[in-house]
């Protein structure tokens, strides 16, 4: 079992920044790979960004590659996600998860196998 507690959620206005953290517990967290989702009202959960064991690979939705990185810090247990030029369109709730393997089910929200409760994070035009 892992926990997971996302933070730093807010709101900021377009063209803004903001970080996201995702504290983990429980089991050894450097055994899984992480990702950030988001879903916005009304709409499907869908995937941001995802990161290997390690940190040594990443991988991005399109919407998102160039603006959005993700990191990890295996000594402190956390993963970030670190948002920059935030569109309107970015507003959604976000949310990490962990799951064991590195692979095509990484940006597949259902291949997941602990999530946290989510962070909302507001961009206004």
């Known amino acids: 079992q892992v926990q997971l507690v996302e933070s730093g959620g807010g709101l900021v206005q377009a063209g803004g920044s903001l970080r996201l953290s995702c504290a983990a517990s429980g089991r050894t967290f450097s055994s899984y790979a992480m990702g950030w989702f988001r879903q916005a009202p009304g709409k499907e959960r869908e995937f941001v960004a995802a990161?290997?064991?390690?940190?040594?690979?990443?991988y991005y939705a399109d919407s998102v590659k160039g603006r959005f990185t993700i990191s990890r810090d295996n000594a402190k247990n956390t993963v970030y996600l670190q948002m920059n030029s935030l569109k309107p369109e970015d507003t959604a709730v976000y949310y990490c998860?962990?799951?064991?393997?590195?692979?095509?089910?990484?940006?597949?929200?259902?291949?997941?196998?602990?999530w946290g409760q989510g962070s909302q994070v507001t961009v206004s035009s």
């Open positions: 998860a962990a799951r064991v393997s590195w692979d095509s089910g990484r940006s597949r929200h259902n291949e997941y196998d602990y």
């Open positions: 990161i290997s064991w390690s940190g040594g690979s990443t």
